[in-house]
């Protein structure tokens, strides 16, 4: 490799990072060895040690990294307008990204899957940090959502105040990362016995149900044909 091919200090830490991500999500914090670290990273203990002193510190930054990211990919959602037509594009592409796993590598999201489950095992830091970031965007969107479509009289009974909006939110992204859990395991843990579009389709209307759209509201806002072509 020439000099100039040569990887930067920063590019060599993500790298690694990047690397040890899945030795981490497959066996933990306590059931993975530096000699594994170093050897999924393609370096040497010496080189793991180098950029990282301590297992602990590898794996915090570790985790900071992959919050980083996540928090980049949902900054698009804290910009959009809140309206019950924001709320419908919310939930359908969560619906479809955690219940169904589409516009995601399956491999990256069974990884954080699995961070996120070992996570919660042990000191619960990582999904602390992961919720937070999905709290003020995620969460923070749909609840203003809820706010807006209730005001326009678009809900079946509005919500007292914001707090209980971001109560339902958060219920109906439990439901989605639930469905997300049963697919965790190859094939699955679960027999819907119906299509995938039939399934997202399904709990969308479920979910924005359980938030308050009125049936009127659904039909008007949610159009499954119309919003796969954004979604291409």
């Known amino acids: 490799m020439s000099p100039s091919a040569r990887l930067t200090s920063d590019q060599r830490r993500i790298e690694i990072l990047d690397a040890v991500q899945r030795q ?13 670290l170093a050897e999924a990273a ?45 709320l419908v594009l919310l939930v359908h592409r969560l619906v479809r990204k955690l219940a169904l796993g589409e516009g995601v590598e399956a491999g990256e999201l069974r990884l954080h899957n699995r961070l996120m489950l070992h996570s919660l095992l042990a000191d619960g830091e990582f999904a602390r940090q992961f919720m937070g970031i999905v709290s003020e965007s995620t969460i923070d969107a749909m609840a203003r ?44 843990v679960v027999d ?6 039939r399934i997202a389709t ?19 806002f949610y159009q499954p044909e119309a919003l796969a072509v954004l979604d291409r």
Not at 154 to 161: A, G, T, W, Y
Request: charged share 20%.
């Open 24 to 36: 981490f999500a497959e066996h933990g914090f306590h059931g993975t060895t530096t000699r594994h």
């Open 42 to 86: 393609g370096v040497s203990e010496a080189l793991l040690f180098k950029y990282f002193p301590t297992k602990e510190k590898l794996y915090a930054e570790m985790l900071q990294h992959v919050c980083r990211h996540c928090s980049e990919e949902r900054a698009e959602w804290k910009t959009l307008p809140a309206s019950s037509m924001t």
């Open 145 to 188: 959502s809820v706010m807006a479509a209730a005001a326009c009289g678009d809900c079946v009974v509005p919500p007292v105040n914001l707090a209980e909006a971001r109560l339902r939110a958060w219920t109906t992204l439990h439901a989605a990362v639930m469905t997300m859990l049963y697919r965790l395991p190859p094939g699955g």
């Open 192 to 197: 819907y016995d119906l299509p995938a579009e």
């Open 202 to 220: 399904e709990m969308t209307r479920y979910a924005l149900r359980g938030l308050g759209l009125t049936e009127a509201a659904i039909t008007r």
